[in-house]
């Protein structure tokens, strides 16, 4: 019996610990390590980043959602850190602007092939 | 005709130096980012156990209504020696500086400050970089400006200089 509580014990362990690895992952390959160059969190073995690491995977186990870390990270760092911002003021261009050129290319395009018609 | 494919021609190299001058000049810029969304905000009265004694001490227990500097150095840093007499000049015009010892081994901390002066009212020790992140911080040395609110007014990243001691003195 004990041996089965054990084996039930370990497993559930490791697959917890195996959660909390997956989601240390996802979350830190969307955080941009700022002393690196054009490397993420995940990539890079920085003390900046085992710090930023450290920090998600013990936030993982204090229960906190990925929103609210995202959230604790850019009240402290600001959009740089992230590799994925999400729509706002700041960058409203950077998300609209393959938009709006791909609509001037079109048009003129559009407008071209008319001519030669 | 002539003129309409002359003047497209024109654009077109106008537009082709532009986007060359961009790009040939930002082969030359520091890529460093220095993240400002502290700056402005109330800083975090972080507390931990100080270097020299066997105590927990926050910021507030350090500084009570009046303006003071935060200092994250550590003795393995060279540039943090750098900006050591920097630190013993504000310590001289009695503006009160916290010292986070980052991620060190203490007895080269302790003996940093034997060897270099201790320029600190007092050295919290942020054994793995925790404290270092609540300050948004990403390296040593890194030091803030804070006024008698806990507003932070200044993050300067690297070795402060004289144009940061100005500011501390000039800050009410």
Redesign the interface.
């Known amino acids: 019996m004990k041996l089965y509580l054990f084996i039930i014990f370990f497993l559930f362990g490791s697959v917890h610990a195996d959660e909390v690895q997956d989601r240390t992952n996802l979350i830190t390959k969307n955080l941009r390590c700022l002393v690196c160059e054009g490397q993420s969190v995940y990539e890079s073995n920085s003390d900046f980043a085992k710090d930023i690491k450290i920090f998600v995977s013990k936030k993982i186990k204090e229960n906190k959602t990925n929103e609210d870390i995202y959230n604790f990270l850019t009240s402290k760092y600001g959009d740089e850190i992230l590799f994925n911002p999400d729509f706002s003021k700041k960058s409203f261009f950077l998300w609209l602007a393959p938009l709006f050129f791909f609509v001037i290319g079109a048009f003129f395009i559009f407008r071209r092939s008319n001519e030669i018609k | 005709m002539y003129l309409e494919k002359k003047y497209k021609i024109s654009l077109l190299i106008f537009f082709s130096l532009i986007a060359f001058y961009f790009f040939y000049s930002s082969l030359f810029k520091e890529?460093k980012?220095t993240?400002?969304?502290?700056i402005g905000?109330k800083i975090p009265n972080l507390q931990s156990q100080t270097l020299f004694k066997d105590e927990i001490l926050a910021f507030s227990n350090v500084v009570k209504d009046e303006k003071f500097v935060v200092n994250i150095f550590a003795s393995w840093c060279a540039p943090c020696k750098i900006e050591h007499p920097f630190l013993m000049e504000l310590k001289k015009n009695k503006i009160k500086i916290i010292g986070i010892n980052y991620?060190d081994n203490q007895k080269n901390a302790k003996a940093f400050i034997k060897k270099y002066q201790n320029p600190y009212e007092k050295i919290l020790i942020d054994e793995?970089?925790?404290l270092?992140?609540?300050?948004?911080a990403?390296?040593v040395p890194e030091t803030f400006l804070v006024d008698k609110n806990f507003i932070i007014i200044e993050k300067h990243i690297g070795p402060i200089d004289k144009n940061f001691i100005k500011k501390a003195v000039n800050l009410k």
């Open positions: 890529k980012i993240p400002r969304a502290m905000n991620k793995n970089g925790a270092s992140i609540q300050l948004g990403f390296g």
